[in-house]
């Protein structure tokens, strides 16, 4: 219901500002980069940091949520893939050290859930950004310079994944 009721003026907005979007995303990864603090905090004050023997669950900023549950998972896997914007964004240089930063963070937060369907929703919807990506964008330097970056977080999240997909 909330979604239909802002469609409308969200609709309105981007049409008087073209950077509407981009806002829209900051927006989100701001949230997404308060989820990932608060996880991380838990995390070192429950388990440890790199404790991953253990079957604690992170709830981090969702408070109807009992060790791990689908808000986190679906908050994840819908936010995650929008750090993608801002490497086709046109000051994605710039941009770049706090991609990667909000990155790692967002997949040590993925990884802390101890869920594997959020884990394989990203996969997928990196996988088809990068595709995406290399559809519509000119030029072959660039989009082997893309490739290459996405190959990579493919590898990194596959590699990271594999251990909690193999329970």
Known sequence: VWALLLFNPLRRAIAQDNDATFKLTIGILIGLFGVGAASV???MVFTGLLAWDSSYR????FSSMHTGDGPIDVWLAASIPLLGILLIHRRWPTLLPVTIG????????LMATASRGPLIAVVIAIGAGFLGLLATRPGWRRGAFISAVGVGVFV???M???PMLSQ
């Open 41 to 43: 905090y838990e995390r």
């Open 160 to 162: 990271m994944g594999l």
């Open 102 to 109: 909000m990155g790692l963070l967002s997949l040590y937060t």
């Open 58 to 61: 992170i709830s981090s900023t």
């Open 156 to 158: 990194l999240i596959s």
